[in-house]
Nanobody, 123 residues
Framework: QVQLVESGGGLVQAGASLRLSCAASGRANKRKPMGWFRQAPGKEREVVAVFSWSGDRTYYADSVKGRFTISRDNAKDTIALQMNSLRPEDTAVYYC????????????????WGEGTQVTVSS
């Protein structure tokens, strides 16, 4: 049974930084990449930052390029998301997911999810 636990969210002012972490346990195949997604109220879940299927490249949503950085610790089977220069439009629940196939930019390609961590950015 795969379990993902996100942490690090909170309420911050615009321009502040947060670092999110996702710890995985019980993974059948630790070679499958994990990635970060977010979902705002009334909107679809969207890609924030993910690793490629091969694990050697990263992809970022245009809205976060230059501000967010995804990283991983393979030994601990965790990933992190460093978020700088936060904006009110970054407000959402942030989720960690495990990639199930090669479509790393497609939320539907992820077959395991954490419960999410709330990020709220005030103006």
């Amino acid at each position: 049974q795969v379990q993902l636990v996100e942490s690090g969210g909170g309420l911050v002012q615009a321009g502040a930084s947060l670092r999110l972490s996702c710890a995985a346990s019980g993974r059948a195949n630790k070679r499958k990449p994990m990635g970060w997604f977010r979902q705002a109220p009334g909107k679809e879940r969207e890609v924030v930052a993910v690793f490629s299927w091969s694990g050697d490249r990263t992809y970022y949503a245009d809205s976060v390029k230059g501000r967010f950085t995804i990283s991983r610790d393979n030994a601990k089977d965790t990933i992190a998301l460093q978020m700088n220069s936060l904006r009110p439009e970054d407000t959402a629940v942030y989720y960690c997911g495990v990639l199930g196939n090669r479509e790393e930019n497609n939320p539907r390609a992820y077959d395991h999810w954490g419960e999410g961590t709330q990020v709220t950015v005030s103006s």
